[in-house]
């Protein structure tokens, strides 16, 4: 039916043409899609219909949304925009305000906006931030965090140092401790202001697979590309995080609604830009423990590998399944060879390149 309002052929029809089409044959349909069809028909803010949406929706392709929406019939999509909407109580504009920061289309904040019911809570954001950077480091080291002055510095189970790389769990740990006050304060901020709201919308088993993805691949890409450094600090996790989300805003620009969203991108990549520059100052700063040096700054550049990659994927298919998308496969074998690939290197390279490591801690 679709093809005649489209003769050129663009995978596109206007929104009045789209309208009139489910008025003439909306008979024909059943009427929950039908309902679905025309809370599409009414959100849309382009003036025009994507064919392949259509056909998403008419054969249930999205897993959770679509699927309830058209089958049980019992949930109605309110057809004007969210932003319209008058008498919100304070947690309603939260759950607002979190859809128009992370989602690109209308339908899908409707729906989520409907839906969310903040069970579960965004644990994993809260858990690993607090429990993980503040009681370790406040109950069992007595300090909140440690400078890289501090005798304690190196002398701890947790930070991934190359003389102890065989000890598996330091690619993971190091994220519990950091280079200063100011490096712990700038990844907080980070973590809670883009990873709560993502968790709130993508769930915790999407970000928090971001998130160690990214770890893994930052302490990976410090034992490959700077070998004779120490690594810590959560930045793997949090630029990946960080990286995916601004990505995806650049990739869906003109469907992105939320305020000052040029400014707010601007910001990030100012804090990114600043705790970027500052590991590359540190890390060729004389260092206090010779011959040991300061942390490497590649596990920054590895988590925002991960962000522009798997993140931009897992951001961009809200409430899709991952398992249907082709670039999802390739960027996820790719992240699976390198992973290998490191652990290989990890194994043979140290040797055979007759590295002068520093000494263990």
Not at 166 to 195: P, S
Not at 197 to 211: D, K, N, Q, T, W
Not at 302 to 318: A, C, F, K, S
């Amino acid at each position: 039916l679709l093809s005649q309002f489209d003769p050129d052929n663009t995978g596109y029809i206007s929104t009045e043409k789209f309208r009139s089409l489910l008025q003439r044959h909306g008979s024909e349909l059943d009427p929950h899609k039908l309902e679905v069809l025309l809370a599409l028909a009414d959100s849309n803010s382009e003036g025009r219909i994507c064919y392949q949406d259509f056909v998403n929706l008419m054969s249930n392709k999205r897993s959770n949304s679509f699927r309830q929406a058209i089958l049980q019939g019992n949930r109605r999509l309110c057809s004007k925009a969210l932003l319209e909407e008058t008498g919100l109580s304070l947690s309603q504009r939260l759950i607002r305000h979190v859809a128009y920061e992370t989602l690109p289309r209308e339908i899908d904040r409707k729906w989520y906006y409907d839906s969310y019911t903040c069970c579960p809570p965004p644990w994993f954001m809260i858990t690993i931030t607090i429990v993980a950077f503040f009681l370790y480091n406040g109950v069992v080291l007595d300090r909140f965090v440690l400078q890289v002055t501090h005798p304690l510095y190196l002398k701890n189970a947790l930070l991934y140092h190359p003389q102890l790389r065989a000890q598996a769990w330091r690619y993971l740990t190091y994220i519990f401790m950091h280079a200063g006050i100011e490096h712990l304060g700038l990844n907080v901020v980070l973590q809670l202001l883009v990873g709560v709201p993502l968790e709130m919308v993508h769930g915790a088993a999407r970000i928090s697979f971001v998130y160690v993805a990214g770890v893994v691949a930052g302490s990976l890409a410090v034992s490959v590309a700077d070998m004779t450094a120490p690594v810590v600090g959560s930045s793997g996790g949090v630029y990946a995080l960080v990286s995916a989300h601004l990505a995806n805003i650049v990739m869906n620009w003109s469907g992105m609604k939320c305020q000052f969203k040029l400014l707010r991108m601007a910001v990030a990549l100012i804090c990114m830009s600043f705790e970027f520059g500052r590991a590359v100052w540190l890390r060729f700063h004389p260092s206090t423990y010779p011959p040991c040096p300061h942390p490497s700054f590649m596990a920054h550049l590895g988590g925002v590998m991960v962000g522009i990659t798997l993140g931009v994927i897992i951001l961009r298919n809200y409430e899709q399944r991952l398992q249907d998308q082709t670039l999802w496969w390739i960027f996820l074998s790719i992240y699976v060879i390198f992973v290998l690939f490191a652990i290989f290197w990890n194994i043979f390279a140290y040797s055979l390149l007759d590295l002068k490591l520093p000494p263990p801690p």
